[in-house]
């Protein structure tokens, strides 16, 4: 298993526990507050949790045609994987303060960087799998 892989899943593994605790927390009536752990732990089980599986598996099941597969496969994977990362935990850190801010400008900048290193590190997946996904004869 490449080590890409292996980072993508554990940090999955990792964003699973940590959103299902918030779940958990979020349920505690004394836990509950005026900042929204909804859109946070969505954002951690299905971008953080699934998305980050999916992507770990399918670099791994899905290798690379290139002879030179360890050099080339850091580049895009490992720019996916943080983008990704540091989309995910720069919109944690910003999007519970929201509700509380009415002119937060800080805030809903930050939202938006968050959102478009999430939304590059979808593209630069996308760059790096699809070459991956060509039927046998188009390998060769």
């Known amino acids: ?12 593994v990792i964003y699973f526990v940590l959103g299902i605790t918030l779940v958990f927390l979020d349920e505690i ?3 509950s507050s005026k900042l929204s752990l909804l859109p946070i732990y969505l954002h951690m089980l299905v ?6 599986l999916i992507i770990g598996v399918s670099v791994w099941m ?8 360890k050099r080339r496969e850091s580049i895009l ?5 943080w983008t990704l990362n540091i989309g995910l935990i720069l919109r944690f850190l910003s999007e ?3 509700p509380l801010l009415k002119d937060g400008k800080v805030i809903q900048i930050s939202i938006v960087v968050s959102a478009l290193l999430q939304w590059i590190a979808v593209i630069l997946y996308t ?3 699809w070459p991956r996904l060509q039927n046998r004869k188009k390998q060769r």
Request: proline share 10%.
């Open 29 to 31: 009536p004394l836990m």
């Open 47 to 52: 971008m953080g949790w699934i998305t980050q």
């Open 77 to 81: 994977v490992w720019a996916t994987f």
């Open 127 to 129: 760059i790096e799998i």
């Open 96 to 98: 519970p303060f929201i």
């Open 62 to 69: 899905f290798p690379r045609k290139h002879r030179d597969k």
């Open 1 to 12: 298993m490449p080590t890409t892989s292996r980072w993508f899943i554990k940090a999955g």
